[in-house]
C-alpha cells in the first residue's frame, strides 16, 4: 500500500509569513504525529492527533498549530514566521495503538525561511 | 522516558556486522527499545524493538543484556546503503511520543 506522503516537499517562505503542510497517512490509519528536525536540536515532537482530536502536545509555542480531517488527513500550520522555523517538518501515520513500531516518517517538507 | 546515551559515529566496513551500542541504565519495567535510522534528509524508518528477550528480523538483531541497561543494535552485513544515523529509543506505552536523542552515525566503508 501508499506510503505516507507530504506535500510540498519543498518551501521557501520569508519571516512573517505563515505556512501550510500537508500530511496523507497510510490507508487506515487514523494518527498522525507531527515532528520537527533541525540541526541544534535534533528531532522535536509537535503534537499527534487521532481521530480528528490533538491526543498529545510537544513543547512548541502556539504558532504552531495542526488540525486532523475525517479522512485522517493532517495538516499543520505555522504562523508569524521566523528564520528559527527553518527545518525539516516530518509527519509519521500509525493506527493510533500503543507500539511505536505502528509509526511510519513521510519523506518530509523542507521548509526554508528567509 | 529514560534517556539513552549512543557513540556519535561509527564505521563498518561493507559485508562485515555492523554493532552499535545503546546505554539505557535508567529504563525501567515497562518500557521498551526502540531502534529507528534515518538515511540523509529522508524520514526515519522503523528497524526493530525489544521488551526483555533478544529480537530478530529481516533487517538486524537486538541483543538487550540482562539488567536492560544496554542493548547492542546487530545488522550482520551491512552495505553502503545502511549508512544512516541510528536512534536508540526507550518508550513507554503511556508516552504517545518518540523522543530521539542525538544517535548514532554509521558510515559503511567499501
Known amino acids: 500500500k501508499a506510503g505516507v506522503t507530504q506535500t510540498p516537499r519543498y518551501l521557501i517562505k520569508t519571516r512573517g509569513q505563515q505556512v501550510t503542510l500537508s500530511c496523507s497517512p497510510i490507508s487506515g490509519h487514523r494518527s498522525v504525529s507531527w515532528y520537527q528536525q533541525t540541526p541544534g536540536q535534533g528531532l522535536q515532537f509537535l503534537f499527534e492527533?487521532?481521530?480528528?482530536?490533538?491526543?498529545n502536545k510537544g513543547n512548541f509555542p502556539g504558532r504552531f498549530s495542526g488540525r486532523q480531517f475525517s479522512n485522517s488527513r493532517s495538516e499543520m500550520n505555522v504562523s508569524t514566521l521566523e528564520l528559527g522555523d527553518s527545518a525539516l517538518y516530518l509527519c509519521?501515520?500509525?493506527?493510533?495503538?500503543?507500539?511505536?513500531?505502528?509509526?511510519?516518517f513521510g519523506p518530509g517538507t523542507r521548509l526554508t525561511v528567509l | 522516558d529514560a534517556k539513552t546515551t549512543q557513540p556519535p559515529s561509527m564505521d563498518c566496513a561493507e559485508g562485515r556486522a555492523a554493532n552499535l551500542p545503546c546505554n539505557h541504565s535508567?529504563?525501567?519495567?515497562?518500557?521498551?527499545v526502540y531502534w529507528y535510522r534515518q538515511i540523509h534528509s529522508q524520514g526515519p524508518q522503523y528497524i526493530i524493538h525489544?521488551?526483555?528477550n533478544n529480537e530478530t528480523n529481516e533487517m538486524a538483531s537486538l541483543i538487550i543484556t540482562e539488567d536492560r541497561k544496554s542493548s547492542t543494535l546487530i545488522l550482520p552485513h551491512a552495505t553502503l546503503r545502511d549508512t544512516a544515523v541510528y536512534y536508540c529509543i526507550v518508550f513507554s506505552g503511556s508516552a504517545r511520543q518518540l523522543t530521539f536523542g542525538s544517535g548514532t552515525q554509521l558510515t559503511v566503508l567499501p
Open positions: 525489544g521488551l526483555k
Open positions: 492527533y487521532f481521530s480528528e482530536t490533538q491526543r
Open positions: 535508567t529504563i525501567s519495567g515497562n518500557e521498551y
Open positions: 509519521a501515520s500509525g493506527s493510533g495503538g500503543p507500539l511505536l513500531n505502528e509509526q511510519f
